[in-house]
């Protein structure tokens, strides 16, 4: 386990498809997140899980977004009928849920979706 | 909710000279303030943070101040080198139950 790991790297889609990420955490990580990174611009929040329970979703995120960790360990972030403002890269990030580690970000190299 | 402004969106240095980049935030409920570095087509990583029992943290080279009174943070990044060329990200958080929200970035570029 060396990381937080995100799959697919790239996806290039046509609008109105659904598409679907995996993000695979640090494995003693309790805490998940999920963000969206357009370029130039800083990572905006768009959900997070302690374990399988999720805590909190951005008001910013449409209905056709949903977030999963079914089993508090790996999470999947599906899109339902991409629109090209969708795409962005979606990061993944994984933290210690209390400690000093809690609240110190890993992310994963992110997921790049092309709306065409 | 917590609101996080970061400015200035660019800063260019001499090499050696020092670079400083200025945040402030909304939820004066917020009580830890990372830094994360990206360097271009790489993911945000961690360089330093600071939790609000104290004013000020330094690692060698860089060190971050907090001003709670004024809802204030800073970097600062002395003798800079060209590996220091990079976007640079503030952000806040509410205790260790709570999202974290960054600003929008400084793009940061080493003159040689």
């Known amino acids: 386990d060396t990381g937080v790991s995100q799959d697919p790297r790239h996806k290039i889609t046509k609008r109105g498809q659904n598409v679907t990420f995996r993000c695979d955490p640090i494995?003693?990580?309790?805490?998940l997140y999920w963000y969206r990174q357009t370029l130039g611009q800083g990572p905006e929040f768009l959900t997070y899980?302690?374990?399988?329970?999720?805590?909190?979703k951005s008001r910013l995120l449409s209905d056709r977004f949903s977030a999963e960790r079914p089993k508090g360990s790996f999470s999947t972030l599906e899109i339902q009928r991409t629109e090209q403002g969708d795409s962005a890269m979606y990061l993944c990030?994984?933290?210690?849920?209390?400690?000093?580690?809690?609240?110190?970000?890993?992310f994963g190299a992110g997921s790049r979706l092309t709306v065409l | 909710g917590e609101n996080v402004e970061q400015h200035p969106s660019t800063l260019s240095v001499q090499e050696g000279d020092s670079a400083v980049i200025k945040c402030t935030y909304s939820d004066s409920a917020s009580n830890y303030f990372p830094w994360y570095k990206q360097e271009l087509g790489k993911r945000p990583q961690l360089i330093i943070d600071?939790?609000?029992?104290?004013g000020e943290k330094k690692d060698q080279r860089i060190a971050v101040t907090l001003n709670k009174t004024a809802k204030h943070f800073s970097l600062h990044i002395t003798e800079t080198q060209p590996e220091d060329s990079a976007v640079y990200f503030c952000?806040?958080?509410?205790?260790?139950?709570?999202?974290?929200?960054f600003g929008s970035g400084t793009r940061l570029s080493i003159r040689p």
């Open positions: 990030a994984s933290s210690h849920g209390q400690g000093a580690g809690a609240n110190v970000l890993t």
């Open positions: 494995s003693e990580h309790n805490r």
């Open positions: 899980f302690q374990n399988e329970a999720q805590l909190e």
């Open positions: 600071i939790r609000s029992n104290v």
């Open positions: 952000a806040a958080g509410l205790g260790s139950a709570s999202k974290i929200i």
